[in-house]
């Protein structure tokens, strides 16, 4: 699903990521720990097409996306790729229905049927009572249901999650983590998440920890 080769990264003198090697496969869950300013977000920025290495390539189903750039670009993305954040970035003049159908609307796709599998998400997500909620009227978990079910709008290949669960409370937590378990279990779908929580890290496939830019170990559950 996901191939990353000899990826390193600087700003300025300050070295980030320092060669990073790296596969995943389709339907696997990935988290990536360790310290701040070990480069993980980077890392993960950088595979989800977001940021660009100094050298290195990254591979995600077949393509290249490192060699893509402008419109071809930001199509594979907006396809193909699912975030989900630390905070949920909903648009708040919108409701919820309206946020999460966003990203198949810019794809172009027709209203009726993006909104249909909207609400179909929602409602799988246990959100399906918030469809003309302001993201203010929602609690955090529900915020961050809708965001995920945004990610998902598109059927992406692959979501990238960057601190997810870091601004809910343990309840919320717990249940977010496991809905990337569900998710998996009924899609299919592949996630790779950096966390600082060592609960949701130890619910995934795979484990990868790193330390001053580079991947330190690798754990399998």
Request: proline share 3%; charged share 25%; with cysteine.
């Amino acid at each position: 699903m996901l191939k990353v080769k000899g990826i390193t990264k600087s700003y300025a003198k300050l070295s980030v990521l320092k060669g990073i090697d790296l596969e995943i496969h389709n339907n696997e869950i990935v988290s990536i720990m360790g310290a701040s300013g070990a480069g993980k977000s980077t890392l993960l920025q950088i595979m989800g097409t977001l940021d660009t290495p100094n050298d290195g390539a990254v591979w995600i189903d077949n393509t290249e996306v490192t060699k893509l750039s402008g419109d071809d670009l930001a199509k594979f993305r907006n396809e193909k790729i699912g975030f989900v954040f630390q905070f949920h970035n909903l648009l708040p003049e919108f409701t919820a229905l309206e946020n999460v159908c966003m990203p198949a609307l810019i794809a172009g796709k027709q209203l009726h049927e993006v909104e249909e599998k909207g609400k179909q998400l929602m409602r799988q997500l246990n959100v399906g009572d918030r469809f003309d909620h302001k993201p203010t009227e929602m609690s955090g978990g529900e915020q961050q249901r809708c965001a995920i079910a945004r990610a998902l709008i598109n059927d992406p290949l692959i979501i990238f999650a960057d601190e997810p669960s870091g601004n809910l409370d343990s309840n919320n937590a717990e249940g977010l983590h496991q809905l990337f378990i569900d998710l998996r279990n009924n899609f299919n779908q592949t996630f790779v998440i950096v966390t600082h929580n060592h609960e949701l890290a130890k619910m995934a496939d795979r484990q990868l920890w790193m330390r001053d830019g580079k991947i330190e170990l690798m754990e399998q559950e």
